[in-house]
């Protein structure tokens, strides 16, 4: 089970992605999103919490900056998910990556650490706090196609 933080190539793209954070609210619904257009082929994608949260605007917000929704969707906890069932699990919190190796021990499932920051922690103006939410947006969008998309 792999735990590090290395990017192996784009050829290695596997079949279903999971991307888990603490409350599937902001980091990996964002992450879900962001792959449905960067992710070639049909790679099946999730996104769960550990917990699970509430939907939050801001990502509505930035995500549609892009021309990107996430429709009707609501958080997930990693409870309601089966498994053993994703090739690769990719954590974005602390929280949520010690959980999951807990969690998937024993199970054949890559897990990649992609630690985000937690835009939740800026305080200002409405623009100051979208645009944290911008740069994770712009951080996820940027790892995601180094790791898995088109060559």
Same mark, same amino acid.
């Given at each position: *089970? ?9 050829? &290695? ?6 991307? #888990?954070?603490? *409350?599937?609210?902001?980091?990996? !619904? *964002? ?8 992710? !070639?082929?049909?790679?099946?994608? &999730?996104?769960?919490? #550990? ?12 995500? &549609? ?28 919190? !602390?929280?949520?990556?010690?959980? #999951? ?17 937690? !835009? ?24 995601? &196609? ?6």
């Amino acid at each position: *089970m792999g735990a590090g933080t290395a990017l192996p190539s784009a050829s &290695a793209a596997p079949s279903s992605i999971l991307f #888990v954070c603490g *409350m599937n609210a902001i980091r990996s !619904p *964002m992450a879900e999103c962001l792959a449905r257009q960067i992710v !070639p082929g049909k790679v099946y994608l &999730a996104s769960a919490g #550990v917990k699970r949260g509430e939907r939050d605007p801001f990502v509505d917000a930035v995500l &549609a900056e892009e021309g990107l929704s996430l429709a009707e969707r609501q958080p997930k906890e990693l409870e309601e998910l089966g498994d053993g069932y994703f090739d690769l699990v990719v954590t974005l919190t !602390p929280l949520a990556h010690h959980t #999951v190796l807990e969690r998937m021990r024993g199970f054949s499932v890559d897990v990649e650490y992609w630690p985000m920051p937690d !835009p939740t922690l800026v305080r200002g103006t409405r623009e100051q706090i979208l645009d944290a939410y911008r740069d994770v947006r712009e951080r996820l969008k940027r790892r995601i &196609a180094e790791r898995f998309g088109r060559e």
